[in-house]
């Protein structure tokens, strides 16, 4: 019996419209699934990335290990959408953000039972799996 090869699209389960089916980093979508939000660390020079990659631009190592996102970051910025991309439209309004965690920053958005006048610069916040309709997966940042 010969398995045939199937085509690895475990990203297309990402965000709300997935603009990516392949990619080298596919196991951050298990990470989600299992409540996980993991960024890589290159093995070589200890370069960190998020959202993850599988080759250092550093050192140009592609030996990478996958660490989880732990413990809270600093709201760094933030921006209250009322208008978004094709796809998005069913989510307005919604706030997008960088969360500063020191050795990187993550970008994505602010869970949306956040009161928005409860959002300051500054805030702790932490960095969360999400599980979205129809099976879909994202992080959002939660108060920290
Ligand atoms: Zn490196």
Redesign the pocket.
């Known amino acids: 019996m010969s398995k045939k090869k199937e085509k690895d699209e475990r990203f297309k389960r990402f965000g709300t419209v997935s603009f990516t089916s392949v990619t080298k980093v596919n196991d951050f979508i298990d990470y989600l699934d299992q409540g996980k939000v993991m960024g890589t660390r ?6 960190v990335f998020f959202p993850p990659r599988a080759d ?1 631009y ?4 592609s030996d990478v290990e996958w660490f989880e996102i732990e413990g809270t970051g600093k709201l760094i910025t933030y921006s209250k959408l009322e208008y978004a991309p094709v796809g998005f439209e069913d989510d307005l309004p919604y706030c997008i953000a960088v969360v500063d965690y020191g050795d990187y920053k993550v970008f994505g958005r602010i869970a949306g039972e956040i009161p928005e006048e409860d959002i300051q610069l500054g805030m702790a916040m932490k960095t969360v799996a999400n599980k979205l309709p129809g099976g879909q997966l994202n992080y959002v940042f939660t108060k920290g």
């Open positions: 290159c093995s070589g020079c200890g370069m250092c550093k050192c140009l190592s």
